[in-house]
Each structure stands twice: as C-alpha cells, then as structure tokens.
C-alpha cells in the first residue's frame, strides 16, 4: 500500500503542503481558549436532547429568549432559536442523533456542489441544514450576531448553517461544535476560514474524525477536510490545540483501529461535559506535535516548560 502511495507523484507537493501548515506555535506565545464560553455552548449543545422546558429554564439563565423550537418530522433534526436582545446576539443549537453507530454509516457520503455557498458540502448534512435554515432565517434579525452550537451530527449542521447564514451577509460570532463530524473538503474548509470556528473533541471520540483520513488520499484534493480549531480535551486540566494538517493526521492513525465501548462513551456529551468543566477552574495548553514519517504516523503531547512529557496514548480522556 505503501509502494502504491509513494508511486503517485502528485503526493508530494501535497504531502509538503500538509506538514508545512503543520507548524504549531509554542504553547507560552498561542492564543488562550475561553472555556467559560465553551462551557456555555456545551450546556446549550446538551439541552437540546432534553425537554422544551428545560432548554427554556437554561437560556432564561443566561438572560436568553427561547424563540423556536423544534423537530423537523422529515430529517428527525431537532433544534432551537434563543435571542439576548440585550447583546443583540441569536444563538442556534442543532441536536445530533441519538444513535452513535448509525451516525458513523450515514456521514460516509460523497461530497455535492452547494449552489447556494460555492462548496462541495455532504449531502445529508446540508439537506437537514437547508430545513432548519427555512425555519430560523424569518426570525434573524439583520443587525444581531449569530452563534451556533451542535453536537455529534447536530455540530456538522450547525457548521452548515452558519455557512448558509455567512452567504446571506449576517454577523456569525462564532461556531462551537462537539464531537463534530467533516462536512466539507479542503476548498471549502477555506472558504469559511474567515470565520470563528472551534471545535470541541476528546482523543479518543472517534465521530469527529470521520469520514477517515487516509494518506494515500494525499492526491486527492477533494477528500473531507476539517475548517476552524481543533481543541483536544485531554486529562485534568490539559488541553491542545490543532489545525489544518496536523488536525487531519491525528485522524490518520485511527484508520484501522476497531469501534470500541470507549469511542461510543467518549463521542456522549457527558464526559465532554466533565472535561471542560475541569478546564473552566484551571486550563493548561499543551503542544501536541504531529511525528509525520513514511512508516506511520504518532502524535504526542509535549508539556509545558517544568513538565514531564508523555505519549499520546496515556493522555486519553
């Protein structure tokens, strides 16, 4: 297999595009995450599963107005509308699905033509986007920013709509997902890279990487690719931070690794949960480096100055 990758030259050009993306900022010099904000969304992205009631109790906390709610009977998407008029801002959370391993068979669709953003975007993703925006675009105001939660399949189409709301000119504050699945390719991850993109995932959630990435699809421009931050919640109070390459080759080493009970528990909102509220009392950044070589592929986490460091592996959620 190996052989067969090498002997495609249009690998290599790619190949050195994808390591020298890779270069990661020293932990001391990078930009700190705000994990009372990802807190905050993650609370919305998990009310979403519970009741009407519930989701209301929880915006009216944060001095949010629950505007819509609701399920769409032909997609099953389930989602919400809150508005503060006081910081003029709409937050939007799309629910995922409540069965993790049919999640993994349906998201490996090929990549569509999107008339209305330009990008080659996964069908079922978009299709459900396209039904929640009929419903939320009437209620948006022009002049307020707009926020988007998710989690699981409910953050790949919260990613969706902010790009259908992006195309109409409104203010997208930012996108926060969790568990988050790829929706688009290389072309269009860098289309929406103007916007605020975070997404949320533990080591060994296996959604987030899916459809898998695979080195010898270095040839091919038009595979999943991931857009915005990539922020790994690993143990205690530690956490790293990736982007463009280097996000998708910490995929590449799950490739032939089996679906086990620990990636379904850790794909749930409750240990995403856990992990940040870990991080909103004490966040420390560690630097994960990608060890790219043509006999495979390691990741590991370097401490911080003072630290120990350790391999990847032992730093699973």
Known sequence: MLKTWLAQPVCFPVLLLLLSCGILLPAAAAEAINFAEIKKQALFASAVYRSEEDIRELAESYEYRLDLYQTIPDSRITFFLATNDSIRTHLIS???TSNVENAMVDIALKLLPDEKTGARLHQG???AAKQVYAQVKPLLKQDYKVQFTGHSLGGAVALILAMYLDADRLDIEQVITFGQPKVTNLAGANSIAHLNIVRVVTPTDLVPLLPPFDPLDLGNLDIYWHAGKEVILLKDDR?????AADSMLRAAQFILQPLTEENLKNHYMAPYLDLIELKTRSARRVIMRNSFHL????LAVISSPGLRS????SARA
């Open 295 to 298: 006999f495979g592929n390691d």
């Open 125 to 127: 993703f978009s299709y």
């Open 94 to 96: 799309v629910r995922g």
């Open 310 to 313: 350790e391999a990847y592996r």
């Open 239 to 243: 956490y790293a931070v990736l982007e």
